[in-house]
C-alpha cells in the first residue's frame, strides 16, 4: 500500500494505491488520512482507468501530414529530436515576429501540479509570453477580479464556517457532483448534514433541485437562470430596510457603503420577484432570517461564475457577509491561510485594478488581464487578427476545442498557426491538432504536494507524495519538459548546474512560514501537517490587503458594469425573448473532458448528454423521451435527443459539456461514444465575456427548442 492523494479537484482526498509489478491495481480513500478521513469520490478511485488507459501518450508525437485535420499521421520521435526542432521553431517565430506572437493555453489539472505549475511560469516569463489564455474565464476568473476590487487581493476568499454556521446561502453549486469550489471539503455532504442536525437552515439557491438537496441536507430555493444578481441585490436591500446591517463592522472596516446602498435602492423584493421567479415574501423571509441568525455565511461557485454579471455576484456575496458582521466571524466566513498566507502574495497595487494596459489591441475595446490572463473568447480572433497575430500556441493540459465556446472557429484559427505544441496525457480533440504531443506523467506518476487548495480549506492540511509508481514508458514530468525546452532554446534552465535539480527551493520557502519543510512533510506519519483550523479575529488587521485595510463596498472599477444590470433586467423581461435558459449540468459522470475515455462511466444510460427538459415544458411543444430536437442559439444550433427531468425549473434546459468527440481518434472509447458540444451555443469574440473579469458568458444562454 502506498499513500497518496488526489489532484482531480479541490479536497484533495487521501488516497491508497495497491501497486503489484509496477502496476497501480487499484486506488482506495485512506481511511487512515487525519483530515479527509476515508473519504473520496469516484473521480479520484476511477483515475485508475486514465492511469492506465491504453490511449495514453508514450512517446513524444510529431505530425506528418501538412495542415490541421484531425486524425492525421503522427510518428514517434526522440525527445531531443523534438526538443530541438520546437526550440528552432519558437525562436525563429519569435526572432520574426516578436514576444507577442507566442501565446499559451493553461488548463484546469495544473493548478493541481505544484512543481509543474512553477516550471511554467518560469518557462513563460523566459519566453516573455504576454498572450496567456486560461480555462479560468470559464470557470472562476470572476472570483479573483471581484476579490482584488473588494479586498486589494485576488488570493482573498473567505470560505463559509459550515460546522459552526446557523444559516447559509449556497449559490449555483452542486456540492454532492462537483465537491465544491473555492473552498476544499472532503465529503461537504457530511457536513450539509451535520449543519442541519445541528439545526442549521441551509438553503441551495439554483435553477434545478440539484442531487445534494434532501430532507437531512437542506432546502431547495428555486432561481430562475442568471438572475442571482437581482436576487442578491434584494436580499442587501431587505436587510438594510430591516436595519440589520452591522453598523459598528461598517463604521470600522467598510469604505464606500453609500455606493452599494445606492447600487441596492432599486431592487426590493417586489422588483426583482417576477424575474427572479421567487415570491417576494420569500426573499423578505429568508433576508430577515439571515440577518437575525447569530452565525452565517454564503458560498457561490460556476453556477453564478459563468452569468453576465458573475464578478458582481461575488462582489454582493462578500457584502452579505460584511454588512451582516458575518465576515471574520464564526460561523460565517473565515479566511484560511494553511501554510502560506496566500492572500499577501496576491495583492495588487490600486492603480493596476484598472482595465488600462497598453500591451493590449486596442480594437477590442476595454480590455484587462486579470492575474495575467485574457479572455478565452478572444483567442481565435488574437490568431486571425492582421496585426499582430498569434503565431503559435503551447498548450498545457488544457482542451480549448471543447472546453470554449466557438469550436469551428477555433478549428479554422488553429489552421493559420505556425506551431501547436501540447502537454498531455491524451491526444485529445485540441491535441489533434498538435504539430508535437509531449507525453506528461499523471498523478500517480510524480511527485507533489497539495497546493491548489492553499488559503480555501476548511481544515487545513499541507501533505506530500512521491510517485506511486515512475512514469510509464517516455512520459516526463512537465517541469522536466519545460526546463530541458528552455535548455534547447538556450535560455537558463534548472539543468544549467548539472546534477539533481533544486525542484523543492520554492516550496520549501513557502512551507517556512509554517515552520515546515517539503522533508519535514515527507517524514510526518502519512506524509502529512494538520495545521491550525481557520479562525476569527485576524481578516482585518493580518489578511485584507487593501492600502487603507478596508473592504471596498462599492469597487470604483464597478461602476460601469453597475450600469449595464438595469439593461440586462430587462432583457429578461423581454416577452419576445427566446422561450428558454441554458444552464450547465454537472453529472457524476464526466468531469469537465478529463474523464471521456473512462469505460465505467459510459454505462448504456449515459453514453450521450441529452437536452434535459422539464416534462411541462416537453408536454407543452409535444415531445416524448427520446424526441430528437434542435436546440438554437444566436451563436449557432446543434441536434440533441429530449430527456425528461424533473428537477428543473419550467422554463429551464441543460447540458453536460465536455462531450463532442467526432474528431478525436486518438480517444477510442470517447470516439465510440462522442456526444454533443453544448458550447457550439455559447456567444463567442468581442462582447461575449464580463469585462471585469474576462469570464466568458456559459449560463443562463437564450435558446429556442424546437422538434426535429
Known amino acids: 500500500m502506498t499513500r497518496t492523494f488526489c489532484r482531480v479537484c479541490e479536497p484533495s ?67 531531443d529530436e523534438a526538443f530541438s526542432d520546437i526550440a528552432t521553431r519558437l525562436q525563429m517565430i519569435r526572432e520574426t515576429h516578436g514576444n507577442t506572437a507566442v501565446a499559451a493555453y493553461i488548463g484546469n489539472p495544473m493548478a493541481f501540479n505544484a512543481l509543474g505549475t ?27 477580479a471581484g476579490a482584488e476590487a473588494v479586498f486589494g487581493t485576488s488570493t482573498l476568499h473567505p470560505v463559509p464556517d459550515l460546522e459552526h454556521t446557523d444559516y447559509a446561502l449556497i449559490f449555483g453549486e452542486n456540492p454532492k457532483v462537483s465537491h465544491m469550489s473555492f473552498v476544499s471539503i472532503a465529503d461537504p455532504m457530511a457536513k450539509f448534514r451535520a449543519a442541519v442536525k445541528r439545526g442549521a437552515q441551509i438553503w441551495f439557491v439554483n435553477p434545478r433541485r440539484i442531487e445534494a438537496i434532501t430532507p437531512s441536507t437542506g432546502d431547495w430555493l428555486p432561481v430562475k437562470p442568471d438572475t442571482d444578481l437581482y436576487l442578491m441585490a434584494a436580499l442587501l436591500h431587505e436587510l438594510d430596510k430591516a436595519d440589520l446591517f452591522d453598523t459598528q463592522a461598517i463604521s470600522e472596516h467598510g469604505k464606500h457603503i453609500d455606493g452599494l446602498r445606492a447600487f441596492i435602492a432599486p431592487w426590493d423584493a417586489d422588483m426583482v420577484a417576477p424575474v427572479t421567479g421567487i415570491p417576494a415574501d420569500d426573499i423578505r423571509r429568508i433576508a430577515l432570517e439571515f440577518g ?32 451582516t458582521g458575518n465576515l471574520d466571524r ?19 497595487a490600486p492603480e493596476q485594478i484598472s482595465f488600462q494596459d497598453p500591451d493590449l489591441p486596442e480594437h477590442y475595446g476595454p480590455l484587462r488581464r486579470v492575474r495575467g490572463i485574457l479572455p478565452g473568447n478572444l483567442l481565435p480572433d488574437m490568431i486571425e487578427q ?49 504539430d508535437y504531443l509531449l507525453p506528461c506523467a499523471d498523478m500517480l506518476e510524480r511527485r507533489d504536494l497539495n497546493i491548489c487548495g ?53 516550496l520549501d520557502r513557502m512551507l517556512s512560514r509554517s515552520g515546515l519543510s517539503v522533508e519535514a512533510v515527507r517524514e510526518a506519519p502519512g506524509h502529512t501537517v494538520v ?40 432583457a429578461l423581461q423581454d416577452p419576445q425573448a427566446a422561450p428558454f435558459r441554458l444552464i450547465n449540468l454537472r453529472t457524476h459522470y464526466m468531469h469537465n473532458s478529463w474523464y471521456q475515455n473512462v469505460p465505467q462511466l459510459k454505462r448504456p444510460d449515459q453514453q450521450d448528454n441529452p437536452l434535459h427538459m422539464s416534462p411541462a415544458d416537453m408536454e407543452a411543444l409535444g415531445l416524448s423521451a427520446g424526441a430528437s430536437v ?79
Open 630 to 708: 434542435t436546440v438554437r442559439s444566436d451563436a449557432g444550433a446543434l441536434q440533441a435527443q429530449v430527456h425528461a427531468d424533473d428537477s428543473l425549473l419550467p422554463g429551464v434546459v441543460a447540458m453536460v459539456h465536455g462531450w463532442g468527440n467526432q474528431r478525436t481518434p486518438g480517444l477510442r472509447l470517447a470516439t465510440q461514444h462522442p456526444g454533443t458540444n453544448v458550447n457550439v451555443l455559447l456567444p463567442s469574440g468581442p462582447g461575449s465575456y464580463e469585462r471585469l473579469s474576462n469570464q466568458a458568458f456559459m449560463t443562463g444562454i437564450p435558446v429556442q427548442v424546437h422538434s426535429s
Open 454 to 506: 492553499l488559503g480555501m480549506q476548511a481544515q487545513p492540511f499541507v501533505q506530500y507524495t512521491d510517485a506511486v509508481v515512475p512514469p510509464a514508458a517516455e512520459r516526463r514530468e512537465e517541469w522536466w519538459i519545460l526546463h530541458r525546452l528552455l535548455q534547447a532554446m538556450g535560455l537558463p534552465s534548472l539543468f544549467d548546474q548539472g546534477g539533481e535539480p533544486p525542484l523543492f527551493q520554492r
Open 13 to 79: 482526498c487521501a488516497l491508497t494505491a495497491e501497486v503489484k509489478d509496477g502496476h497501480v491495481s487499484r486506488l482506495k480513500p485512506d481511511r487512515e488520512h487525519p483530515v479527509t478521513a476515508g473519504f473520496a469520490c469516484h473521480k479520484g478511485l476511477y483515475y485508475t482507468a486514465i492511469h492506465n488507459d491504453p490511449d495514453r501518450l508514450d512517446a513524444p508525437l510529431r505530425r506528418t501530414a501538412p495542415g490541421r485535420a484531425p486524425g492525421a499521421a503522427f510518428e514517434t520521435v526522440h525527445w
Open 118 to 144: 512553477e516550471a511554467m511560469e518560469a518557462f513563460l516569463r523566459q519566453l516573455r509570453c504576454q498572450r496567456l489564455f486560461s480555462s479560468a474565464t470559464q470557470d472562476c476568473s470572476n472570483k479573483f
Open 292 to 323: 437575525r441568525a447569530e452565525r452565517a455565511c454564503v458560498h457561490m461557485s460556476t453556477g453564478v461564475n459563468m452569468g453576465r454579471h458573475g464578478t458582481l455576484c461575488y462582489w454582493l456575496l462578500q457584502m452579505l457577509a460584511f454588512v
Open 531 to 570: 495545521l491550525s483550523a481557520p479562525e476569527a479575529g485576524r481578516f482585518y488587521e493580518d489578511w485584507i490587503q487593501t492600502e487603507d485595510k478596508r473592504v471596498d463596498c462599492c469597487p470604483p472599477l464597478f461602476h460601469e458594469a453597475m450600469g449595464a444590470v438595469r439593461a440586462h433586467f430587462a
Open 330 to 348: 464564526r460561523g460565517g466566513n473565515l479566511y484560511s491561510p494553511g501554510f502560506y498566507p496566500a492572500a499577501k502574495a496576491g495583492r495588487i
Open 386 to 434: 492582421e496585426d499582430a497575430p498569434i503565431r503559435a500556441l503551447i498548450v498545457f493540459a488544457g482542451n480549448p476545442l471543447l472546453s470554449m465556446a466557438g469550436e469551428e472557429r477555433l478549428r479554422q484559427a488553429f489552421e493559420k498557426l505556425e506551431l501547436v505544441v501540447v502537454l498531455d496525457l491524451f491526444r485529445n480533440a485540441t491535441g489533434e491538432l498538435a
